[in-house]
């Protein structure tokens, strides 16, 4: 500008009139351009420093446009950042080759005066040029854009950390557009989850990863997000590029992005988590189904230290335990408490307590009394573990033992009745031997008696001696034939008989047993079946239940006799101890006598037990009906309460059969005697003597052996016939059925009469007789003995 100036060539006054005016319109352009609210410059490209600055400049750099001025050529260079140095200097390059009106632009940093960068986006126009037509000088305006640049900045840094959160987050995301399902981004973690490359996905559609048959499913899913401005949560399956199918946790929020609308996918891959849901519910539904099939409950059943108790959980078999069901003891165990048999409910709280205390297995057998099923008998197995609180939680199982505890009863109450017979079987076999010594004893004590008074004038008082020991010796024999009845013994000759006539011959003779005080009442049943058995053992039943009825009653009473049919099934007996199952009569004596206490019921039945003063009772009565019940396979029920009497029920098998006619009379005295020859065998000399003066003096010619062996000698030698053999049973070398067998092939009409003690099973299978047997019991009277040879010899003819 001073050079144009300098070159004018007008005159002085002019000259000095324009250089006012020149002045002037100066100062006023100055003015103008330092009110400018922008930095404007003149730079010099070659010499490197500003020509001219307005004011503003220091309101952006704070060097005074004259400091800018006077700072030189090296100035510009030195405030340049570095940084942005090459991209200023090709900005100047470019100004110096283009046109007038070419307006370039270029963003740098410069250092202000107090050495902090600041940004300025210069405007620029070539402005003068040299005579070669270079711009050698720039105009330009600048513009503060610090704070612009800041802002860019931060953008820029904020917007590289969102990348990076979305890039390097470890959850698989993705942006699609909304409109087009396509994908316009998706971060690494996706691509490695699904197995797509990134060019993959960013060339498709989300239908891609959704299997066919949930693509309606997802596009409903995607309207009700459309409508939803938050984040939608939803479960999908996705498809990976192998195929495999997995099971996602979705996020998905609307989001601008580019201008379109968007959204921003974010996907939790739960399968294992499902996997494991599924094997959890697969475990447990296996679990539930084992303890509904368990018969009994399972459970876990939680003590709190304040007292507190419930079943947190417990199988449908709660209901059959104890008849609640798992919902009503899910937060309060009372119930179940309210369930327990009074007598166990103690036992059961204090076993609780103690296995809460030492953590040591619960086990017990307890009863409960429930609505429906009444008591039933309940067993427990159950491990504790302490709880965080200081109580417990058993798991556990509780099962029904009724029928094993019903069974155990049973069991016990039948080794009782095993023990009880054992004890009588013994006992009785005691009582056998016994009786069957002393019975040859009393035989020949009362054959010599019986022989000795005849011999005796029955004046003499001798007479009146041997009578006394006949007496005492039948005495002695009356009750030994007892203790054979009890040992079942005794030899019988059973007959289908109807019990109410055989019951209505005794009354008579019943009745002058008990007396006049007391009163007999007789109640046969209208129509009653049969028994088979020995006539005589009905009488031995029914004279000593009616003695024994007596003695019970003090002054007056009653006594009753009944009859009944009975039928039992397997059920009653079940419930009946002692009943066994078949159909029966009855023969019942009741009396309202003073009654036993069970103690003494407990013992009746046993041999030598009584309760009567010494020569009052024997305690065999009811040993007898024992034996004789036993022996014709009945059972006896004994029923008794003190003070009010007693009653003996004996029930006897029925028989099919019809009664025979009444047993015909014995033979009498006129008959008796003959001529026939008995053979006589018996090894106890003294008896064998007995017996052939006995026969010998009826007139029968008697060949007597002590063996045998004897007996089959003198038979051997014997000329004439033999028509009866007496033999003994029991003898040293050989018994009486083998002897009797022996003989019968050299004289097979040979008629057989035994003699015993007892039959020991030996002539009578279970003491029963076989046809065409005869059998006396020892010991015998002379007079016995005749009528019994002579009843052999009737039933041969
Ligand atoms: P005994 O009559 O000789 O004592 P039993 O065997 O007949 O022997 O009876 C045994 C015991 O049973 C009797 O002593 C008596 O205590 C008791 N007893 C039997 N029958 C009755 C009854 N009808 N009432 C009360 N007690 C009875
Ligand atoms: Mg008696």
Known sequence: MSEKAARSDKPDEMREQAHGTLKHTQHLVGRILDSAPIVLYIYDLVERHYVYSNREIASVLGYTPKQIGALGSALFPTLLHPDDAPLVEQHHARLAVVGDDEVLECEYRMKDAKGQWRWLKSRDVPFARDRQGHCHQILGSAEDITDRKGTEQRLRESEARYRDMFEANPHPMWVFDAET??????????????????????????????????????????????????????????????????????????????????????????TRRVQAEAERQHSYNLLAKLAAQVPGVIYQYRL?????????????????????????????????????HPDDYDYIVASIQESARTLQPYHSEFRVVLPRQGLRWRLCHAIPERMEDGGALWHGIISDITDR??????????????????????????????????????????????????????????????????????????????????????????????????????????????????????????????????????????????????????????????????????????????????????????????????????????????????????????ATVYGIVKQNNGFIDARSEPGLGTTFAIYLPRHAGKAATAATEGPTEAEMGGRETILLVEDEPALLKLGKTMLERWGYTVLAATTPTEAIRLAEQHAGSIHLLVTDVVMPEMNGRDLAEHLLTRYPTLTRLFTSGYTADIIARHGVLDEGVHFIQKPFSAGALAAKVREAFKART
């Open 405 to 622: 505890k019903r069974a155990e009863a049973e069991k016990a109450a039948l080794q009782d009745q095993l023990a009880q017979a054992q004890k009588m079987e013994s006992v009785g076999r005691l009582a056998g031997g016994v009786a069957h010594d002393s019975n040859n004893m009393l035989a020949v004590i009362m054959g010599h008696t019986e022989l000795a008074l005849e011999q005796v004038d029955p004046n003499q008082p001798l007479y009146a001696n041997l009578e006394e020991i006949r007496a005492a010796a039948e005495r002695s024999a009356a009750l030994t034939r007892q203790l054979l009845a009890f040992a079942r013994k005794q030899t019988i000759a059973p007959r289908v008989l109807d019990l109410n006539e055989t019951v209505s011959g005794m009354l008579k003779m019943l009745r002058r047993l008990i007396g006049e005080n007391i009163d007999l009442t007789w109640k046969p049943a209208s129509t009653l079946g049969h028994v088979k058995m020995d006539p005589s053992q009905i009488d031995q039943i029914l004279a000593n239940l009616s003695v024994n009825a007596r003695d019970a009653i003090s002054g007056v009473g009653k006594v009753t006799i009944e009859t009944a049919d009975e039928e039992f099934d397997d059920a009653y007996c079940a419930s009946h101890q002692g009943f066994v199952p078949g159909a029966y009569l009855m023969l019942a004596v009741s009396d309202t006598g003073r009654g036993m206490d069970r103690e003494t019921l407990a013992h009746v039945f046993e041999p030598f037990f009584t309760t009567k003063g010494v020569g009052e009772g024997t305690g065999l009565g009811l």
């Open 181 to 270: 399902l396509r994908f316009l981004a998706v971060n690494d973690a996706a691509v490695a989850l699904y197995g797509y490359s990134r060019d993959e996905f960013l060339s498709s559609t989300i239908e891609a990863i959704r299997p066919a048959e949930d693509l309606s499913h997802m596009h409903e899913a995607l309207d009700r997000a459309r409508g939803n401005p938050g984040v939608d949560q939803t479960w999908a399956r996705h498809r990976k590029r192998d195929g495999t199918l997995i099971n996602v946790e979705i996020a998905s929020h609307p989001l601008e992005f580019g201008g379109r609308r968007t959204r921003l996918i974010l996907v939790h891959d739960i």
């Open 304 to 340: 709190c230290l304040d007292g507190r108790s419930f079943f947190p959980y417990s199988s449908p078999g709660m209901e059959d335990i104890y008849e609640v069901s798992p919902e009503d003891v899910r937060e309060d165990a009372t119930p179940v408490f309210g369930r327990l």
